[in-house]
């Protein structure tokens, strides 16, 4: 299965419109669920503020709260 991390622009990816403009949402592939968590874990602990969304080849999209609780982040 197939892993999209997406980060950048937060209108764009709280949207859903993430092939809109290349230069403000940025996308990796990754083979692997966890592959895919580890690299969104990294770029949420390297700047709070970035937006992060991961989708799987299903089309799901994991972003927000939901993926701060699938990582482990205690939300207060």
Do not use: K, P, W
């Not at 950048?8 to 990754?30: H, K, M, P």
């Not at 927000?64 to 207060?76: E, I, S």
Request: proline content about 0%; charged content about 20%; overall charge negative.
């Amino acid at each position: 299965m197939s892993y999209q991390v997406f980060y950048g622009d937060g209108v764009a990816i709280a949207g859903c419109n993430l092939q809109a403009d290349e230069t403000s949402v940025c996308s990796e592939q990754f083979s692997t669920e966890h592959e895919a968590l580890h690299r969104a874990r990294e770029l949420l602990d390297g700047d709070a503020g970035t937006v992060v969304a991961v989708r799987d080849a299903a089309g799901n999209l994991l972003s927000g709260v939901r993926l701060q609780l699938r990582l482990g982040y205690l939300c207060t």
